[in-house]
């Protein structure tokens, strides 16, 4: 029971079947959830079926109430080394998502039971949207992000600050006396926002012919400031995701045989090179005849190989794809998971890079691919391949 | 008359002339045709001409006709291995672009024939500019962008959900007793996007001071946030567009005979390095005198080199340009195309950083450079590169 | 007293603690006297308040003037070679914070002693901003980037140039019979640049149908020419602060004896990889059992680990957090500053590229990790790294 | 008189004083002209001195004639080989910049005898502005970057196209009955258009809910989408821009003697690390205790150095700035510019990186190093670069 309840949360790259509907369930019913009580602050959005989206809501509101229970409860299996049940659960209130799935339920039931204004059920029947973090990394990666660019981006905003306080001063001067949105500097303070980060309101505009020439310095110089922190953001945002996708991938290098007769800084750099993927059961990974551009190992799972010399299957810490890079020649036969797969992905660009200078790999991967096409009874060429001592 | 048909209808870098003229024709009938569906929504556009317009689509419509046609018919002349010729058309109809020919003509059609209502005229009409998609490769490498991004792309749709969210309830109750724009959160919404988007329509604009406040916020926060997606699309289309660079400049490497002596991961390096160029009959590639930035490979096809020792002509795997980057002099002679050329082009740059270390291929391109300036009495100086062994 | 003045205005990475309370006041002081200025050019925004308002910005106008009077004093305690003291202050006073610490005081205390016009006091109240530049690298940054990209930075403002007097030309001639908003170039020059920009305030919009056609084409080509000298400050200004971060780590790497043995490149190559970072006193670097992904250098103070196999401190020229990479294991200790930090921090994937192929470097860390491990108990494992002489 | 007049016109990096007199006076008269030609359209904006405004204008028109013909004047005193001085004089007519010059002034004197309408004279006054052309790279590079990038843009192009098309179908069918900005397809495709490149207007904005859901879609996609060819141009300029920084540095340094020891892959690798940078007659280079960041190498002209030890002039082929860099101390010396320079400038990180490794170069500027500081009197400490054998 204590395993099924756990298996019903669990999370990671192949959780149980019960899992993936949980979550699924969890999903729909917090962003409808969200989504009433977004409409809800439109007054009469449900006509005479008001009743229903009242009891359609509390119905939602029963299955986040259960997602908390159940969350609460299994925190207490498994705790940590020299943690009470109590203690682990404790940690879990306070953890960040704890407090994401309290705030979605707990206020909300106090107020119904108190009977406190419906402005605090709007905040909280909206902040159950928070709940949906726990399933993207974005948020997290953000924070890292921020973090790691705080520097450059406290610069930038120094100077968007000191542009729009220079431009709103600037136009005050020339605007004040002939346009009612400039009256002050902070009514001018708006219009620099609205026109450095180029939204273009249009509700306070200058009309002056000073104010446009100033104005149109201002809009030039704001589109080129306003996109350092965009940016600093974007670019940190993607080396972050790249970084990663390298840790992920490097632990799982170690789990492939083939690849434990690497030194660490060529597993360090095969590690950023290779692309995880997963395949579900069934997939058709290459077809044959297709171009082939990459080629893949197993991490975990099993895939079965069609092709004209007859069909086998592979397991993990195996690989396959390598005929058509070698070669040049389409795909050679048609590979389809039979389980759940982790997959690696080594790019053709990245292979002959990496892989076919280093004469002890190439060695493997070379006699493999022959005994594999002379199955199929292709005579292999080489493709620009260095010789290789004959096995 | 088989091979006519395909013919018409044949891709590829150098397709025969009528394929070329088909091509632009049917480029032409579509655009126009779109253009027509579109202005017809407009009430009395046409004026008197009406009826002209409505001959003229209609003569449009009879092209693409032929054309859907004519590509179902072929479809069956090349048939897979094991595929009859109806299997195949089959094939071609349930393919992409199958069912966007289809879309164009049929239900235009099968409308017209049962007096169907306007608008689906209107819709289908419209959907023939899908026809264009085949002559571009934009939305199948979108298409793989999205998919390679898939996770990023998602984190930061999340992101933007959240702060549309966040930023919506904030202002909602900043502003919603005096301004209607924002009477409800979903009201709020409409401005959040326009907001974070930077679109600044000014349909809704906060007025209070709280409202003004928070909006610049928003504004900012937008600016960065909503450039995350844009900029993880914009790398990622550069980078794949650049790897189907390397993949076509690959497979052309292996038919230049100087790069048969190279290692397979420095064909992978020098493949990265080279860029495919195509030149017509009669074009001319280098203009004697003309300052020298690069050398060029013959994939296929031939040029005439005319320098002060006379013509002679060079064709596929032969190589020109070398000198300018030996010598760093001008072009000593002006090379033409003399027949349609596929041409690898190499930069200074890289000429350097790979061709120059590498002895074996130096001598090559060395001996060659030194038999070609002897002919036009240019005396060799080396230009910094290492002394070759006398031939 | 001098040391003690001095110190109050001291700056580096650890100033004394009565220069971390004296910069603080400044800040807040500055801050709050710049939005006093900003407001004040709201008529009646102080209410029945106005006389407290004056007499507050009076006392921050004291603190402000009381920093420049310490500033020009301390400026002599310490000058240059073969300089005066008289002479130190001048330098100071024409610096550029001289400057601004001079025109945040004396032009309003000039103004208010001979009752100047009230727009000067709004001018050089707003301008007193200024004086944070000091606390912050964004303006020189900015500047450093400016100069260093000058010339693509012009040849984008010639290209906007051309294209707002061409847009403007254009749609004068279709829009002026029709709008006012287009009845000259000039008047017509004001929407281009609103157009360009992306502002898009709608005060001025095409009306005709011609008009709207080109008013299409300039706004596509406007988005994709005006972000040209936005990606060119934007990828300047992260150059800029990578080298800052380089020249800094540079400096720092020379005073960790674990470097001394690099020679001259590699110290530079591990310089660019290295980041820097600070720790306050007891701040906990690493917890045990966490993920591991870098390791540390430490520059100067000292830190606490507390791991199975008891406590130890290390102190400036140590390193630790090693294990984690070497196994991929989580981290099995716990780590503390004791004292104000500066640390070297070097990622997981750098050490494998960098340190683990140099057999000397990595002995050492080896011989380390391994003694280390010995206390607690661990069994190396050596995580793909190659094997290292027994010491 | 002959070379007098060539060098009026002369460009370069060091052109006469005469040319550059010529060059400013030109540059205000063409600004000039153009504003003038703006503010024309602008009626009545000359009130009472319209008389003062014609004579100027036809002041400045005299310039710019005298400019055209001094070019086509000078065009045939130094005609290409086997080429007539008229050939000569042809060849410039045609050019580029010859039909820039010659719109410039004869459409208008032209206008002006046959008295033709005065929107012509508005229209050439405003084409006057592209004369600048010839000063600025700006529109050359466009130009190439617009070609290498051909591919991607169009590809971008399309997808652009794409979703202006169905934005406005799907929009139109959603607005059409209440909303008289959206009553035809190319009614909604103004709004598309102003939606998709983030302008946001607000004259036709989507009222319904529907339209404005579909709205909101529509901005975020156009966000994405309309960064595409943005990104492309920006990336493709600034590598563009370094490419033509490669190339002039790549020919300069074969005239610094120091590199003549270097092979060709080097000198690649070296030329794109070196910045040129130039020098007037009596610029301060570098100043006595500075902190030092790169070293320098002359490529022509004179510079004195003041240190400790006395006073010397380096000229070509001499580099100077390698102590600070070798040392990480302070600059030890003040170097000044005693004629106009042009410099190669090398980072610290570049140095260390290229030259610390290469023991023949290092050995060179060691020496050098060693021997000015002996003179100096500074204790050589090596700051880490491996020993040098004794010379």
Chains 1, 2, 3, 4 share one sequence.
């Not at 979550?23 to 917090?30: D, F, M, N, Q």
């Not at 020439?213 to 953001?233: D, E, K, N, T």
């Not at 950023?272 to 993927?277: A, E, G």
């Amino acid at each position: 029971m204590r395993a099924w309840l756990q298996g019903l949360i669990a999370e990671g790259p192949f959780p149980p079947r019960r899992a993936v509907f949980f979550r699924s369930a969890l999903v729909v019913c917090i962003v409808v959830s969200t989504a009433i009580a977004i409409l809800d602050t439109s007054e009469g959005i449900w006509g005479q079926h008001e009743e229903l989206a009242r009891d359609f809501s509390a119905l939602l509101l029963l299955v986040l109430t259960a997602d908390y229970g159940l969350r609460l409860l299994t925190a207490g299996f498994s705790p940590q080394e020299g943690e009470t049940a109590l203690k682990a659960r404790l940690r879990y209130t306070l953890s960040l998502y704890g407090i994401f799935d309290f705030m979605a339920v707990v206020p909300f039931l106090v107020g119904e039971a108190f009977d406190l204004p419906r402005d605090g059920a709007t905040i909280f029947g909206i902040l159950r949207f928070l709940k949906l973090a726990r399933y993207s990394p974005a948020l997290e990666t953000l924070g890292v992000v921020v973090l790691n660019e705080l520097r450059p981006l406290l610069a930038s905003l120094f100077i968007m600050l000191l542009m729009a306080i220079a431009s709103s001063t600037l136009l005050y001067f020339a605007e004040r006396s002939v346009n009612p949105g400039f009256k002050s500097v902070s009514d001018a303070m708006w219009w620099s926002i609205v026109t450095l980060s180029t939204l273009g309101y249009g509700d306070v505009v200058p009309t002056t012919v000073l104010g446009k020439l100033l104005g149109s310095v201002v809009a030039v110089l704001g589109l080129c400031m306003f996109a350092l922190p965009a940016s600093i953001l974007a670019s940190g945002f993607s080396e972050e995701m790249r970084r990663q996708n390298f840790v992920s991938t490097w632990h799982l290098v170690a789990k492939v045989p083939f690849f434990a007769r690497l030194q660490a800084n060529q597993i360090a750099e095969i590690a950023s090179l290779l692309k995880l993927s997963r395949a579900i059961k069934g997939e058709v990974l290459m077809r044959e005849g297709d171009t082939g551009e990459c080629m893949y190992f197993i991490v975990s799972g099993q895939v079965e190989v069609k092709g004209k010399g007859g069909t086998f299957v592979l397991k993990n810490g195996d690989f396959f794809g390598e005929i058509a890079l070698i070669e040049r020649c389409p795909r050679t036969a048609t590979v389809k998971a039979i389980s759940r797969c982790q997959l690696l992905v080594l790019d053709a660009r990245d292979f002959h890079k990496f892989v076919a200078h280093d004469h002890a790999l190439l060695e493997v991967i070379w006699e493999t691919a022959r005994s594999r096409m002379a199955m199929d009874n292709i005579q292999p060429s080489g493709g620009g391949l260095p010789p290789v001592p004959k096995a």
